[in-house]
């Protein structure tokens, strides 16, 4: 992911992804900055979201699990979501791809949302489920990269069914594992 990210350093419009979405460049005024405000502070997320399950940091340093899950949740709040729920109504591969990252923002957005009410009322267990689910989406951004590797190797697809496929396998997998995990601490 960092390689990824790193392309983006300059801001510049015509870099890597940028390529095919000149269209929404140009004529969509706000398109731009929502994406650079998506892969910004995404890219946040992940570190910050790996810091809150080490148990070490939780129970050593209870207020640097405080900080970092504030930047993970503002990260994903304030920023991350909301801009990629904007961007998802662009995607690439028509509605079938638009309504899984509309769908994505959505519930990342949500157990995001849930996970620090819950650590506002003292619902730890609570709380510790709705990360584990809001952090499997975070992890989402990886999972479909992953997917169009491995599809591409094996399948060969055309590029907008790759799309289209990859747009819903980058995060309900994640999820129906987050669920597993939950299911399992019971």
Known sequence: MAEIIWQYRNFELDTSFLQIKQTEITEIFWYRFMFYAHVTFAILALPAGFTQFNTTILRTYPRLHSAFGYL?????LIVAAPSGFLIAMQANGG???QIAFTLLAIFWFYVTLQAVLKAKTGDFKAHKNF???SFALTCSALTLRYWKLVLV???HPYPM???QLVAWLGWIPNLLIAEWIINRNK
């Open 131 to 133: 990360m584990i689910r």
């Open 161 to 163: 069914d790759l799309y």
């Open 72 to 76: 993970y949740a503002g990260a994903i």
């Open 153 to 155: 190797y094996f399948f």
């Open 95 to 97: 509605p079938v791809a």
